[in-house]
C-alpha cells in the first residue's frame, strides 16, 4: 500500500501537529519568483509524462485534495500545477453547498461518485473535508443533513474523522493515491487579496461578502484545520502543509510533491510478451510491404 514521501511540510502521523507552528510563508530573501517558474514548469512535465505511465500502467489513480481558506490559492494553483496534463487524464471537480439530492445521502456519497477512476489524476477542489470544517464551525449546519440519530456533537466528529480515515485507507487498498494540500495562508495576506478583489476591476467578480463574514471565524478555522489534520494525517493519505502566502512558491512546492509521490509508485509501460513480439515482427512486415 502507498506510503507518503517524506517532506518538511508533511504534517506528522503522530497527532502532534500544530496551526500556530506551521508556517505560511519563507524567507524572502529565499524568493525568486521566475526561477520558482522555471521549477515549477520542470515539475509539470514530470507530472504529464508520469501521468502517461499511469494510464498506461492501469493499476493506480491519483486523488488531490485542495482545503484552505478563501483567497488562499486553490484554483490557480490546480490551473498552474496541472496545466500541460492529458485533459482526459485529468478531472477536476468543486464542491460548494450540498444540492437537494445530495443531502438525501449520506456526506462522502458526492465525493465517491467523482473518483478518479484508474490511470487518471481527480483533484477535489474542496472536499468531504468540509464536513468537518466548515460544518464544525457551523454546527447549525447539521440540521439540514436529515441524520436519523443524531449524536452528541462530541460525538459527531469523533464518528467523522473515523469514518474518513477509513475511507481513506479503502481508497489506498485499492489502488488511488491520497495526497491531501492545505494552502496554510496568512490572516495578513488573506486581507490584502481580498483588497486586490475590491479595488482591481478585473478581479470584483471574485469578491463576495460572505468570504469576509467567514473571515471574523478565523481562529475558529484554525482550531478545526488543526484538528481535522491531526485526525486524518496517515502515511498512506497524508496532509502537507503548504506556505501559502507567496503563489509561485506554493505552487511549485504542490507540484513537486506530486511529482515525487508519482515517481516513487514505481509504474511502467506495460511490456509485451515473446509471442506477441513475433507477431509485432509479421505485422511490421506487412506494413512495410503495403505501403
Not at 33 to 52: S, T
Not at 82 to 93: D, I, K, S
Amino acid at each position: 500500500m502507498f506510503e507518503a514521501i517524506d517532506h518538511p511540510y508533511l504534517v506528522p502521523f503522530d497527532g502532534s501537529f500544530k496551526t500556530k507552528d506551521a508556517i505560511t510563508s519563507i524567507d524572502e530573501k529565499q524568493l525568486d519568483d521566475k526561477e520558482y517558474k522555471k521549477k515549477l514548469n520542470k515539475q509539470r512535465e514530470k507530472i504529464h509524462d508520469l501521468q502517461r505511465v499511469m494510464y498506461a500502467d492501469d493499476s493506480r489513480s491519483l486523488l488531490l485534495v485542495f482545503q484552505a481558506m478563501d483567497a488562499a490559492g486553490k484554483d490557480s494553483t490546480i490551473r498552474h500545477v496541472l496545466t500541460g496534463v492529458n485533459p482526459a487524464g485529468c478531472q477536476v471537480f468543486s464542491f460548494k453547498k450540498p444540492s437537494d439530492n445530495e443531502l438525501d445521502h449520506d456526506y462522502l456519497w458526492r465525493t465517491t461518485t467523482r473518483l478518479p477512476e484508474r490511470g487518471r489524476i481527480g483533484v477535489f477542489n474542496r472536499s468531504y473535508y468540509e464536513e468537518v470544517l466548515v460544518v464544525r464551525v457551523h454546527p447549525e449546519i447539521l440540521n439540514f443533513q436529515k441524520l436519523p440519530d443524531k449524536p452528541s456533537e462530541k460525538e459527531i466528529w469523533s464518528q467523522r474523522y473515523e469514518s474518513i480515515r477509513d475511507f481513506e485507507q479503502h481508497l489506498a487498498r485499492n489502488g488511488t493515491v491520497v495526497l491531501k494540500f492545505w494552502l496554510n495562508v496568512s490572516k495578513e495576506e488573506q486581507s490584502n487579496r481580498f483588497l486586490s478583489r475590491i479595488d482591481e476591476p478585473e478581479k470584483n467578480w471574485k469578491f463576495s461578502e460572505a468570504d469576509i463574514k467567514e473571515r471574523g471565524h478565523w481562529d475558529d478555522y484554525m482550531k478545526v484545520y488543526e484538528k481535522a489534520l491531526k485526525e486524518t494525517s496517515r502515511s498512506w493519505a497524508p496532509w502537507y502543509s503548504i506556505p501559502a502566502d507567496n503563489k509561485p512558491y506554493m505552487r511549485y512546492t504542490v507540484a513537486k510533491i506530486i511529482a515525487e509521490t508519482m515517481e516513487s509508485l514505481n509504474m511502467h509501460y506495460p511490456k509485451v510478451d515473446d509471442e506477441v513480439k513475433k507477431r509485432f515482427s509479421h505485422l511490421r512486415e506487412m506494413l512495410v510491404n503495403n505501403k
